[in-house]
């Protein structure tokens, strides 16, 4: 019996330790991610591999002419959360899609 009670604490042990170290690495990874950013989009046609990433958004956030949110004006700029060590720029908004990179808001060049 107190060989039996001596391996259940182990287990209960290991078992904790387990747990914790599960929960540390969860939030590790959740520390890896960046917030969504603007990035500057140019759009050179239909399809998600004519829309080319080229860099950060200057300035942070986009303002006129690129403010619209009319889908049917030429994609302008778009929010995605990128990992930690971002990919090399230029990558295509299909190349993002394929990477699960969490899109935000879209921002569209304005028709005037």
């Known amino acids: 019996m107190k060989?039996?009670?001596?391996?259940?604490n182990l287990g209960a042990i290991v078992a904790l330790l387990a747990i914790v170290g599960l929960t540390a690495s969860w939030k590790n990874h959740?520390?890896?991610?960046?917030?969504?950013?603007?990035?500057?989009?140019?759009?050179?046609?239909?399809?998600?591999?004519?829309?080319?990433?080229?860099?950060?958004?200057?300035?942070?956030?986009?303002?006129?002419?690129?403010?619209?949110?009319?889908v049917t004006q030429?994609?302008?700029?778009?929010?995605?959360?990128?990992?930690a060590t971002p990919p090399s720029f230029p990558f295509t908004l299909q190349d993002a899609i394929n990477n699960s990179y969490p899109q935000g808001e879209r921002a569209h060049l304005n028709d005037e």
Not at 3 to 8: G, I, T, V
Request: aromatic share 8%.
């Open 3 to 8: 060989s039996f009670l001596k391996n259940l």
């Open 74 to 83: 030429p994609l302008c700029a778009i929010q995605l959360e990128l990992p």
């Open 30 to 70: 959740e520390n890896g991610k960046l917030a969504k950013k603007w990035y500057r989009v140019v759009d050179n046609g239909s399809g998600n591999s004519n829309k080319i990433i080229v860099e950060e958004y200057p300035g942070g956030t986009p303002s006129t002419p690129c403010a619209s949110s009319d």
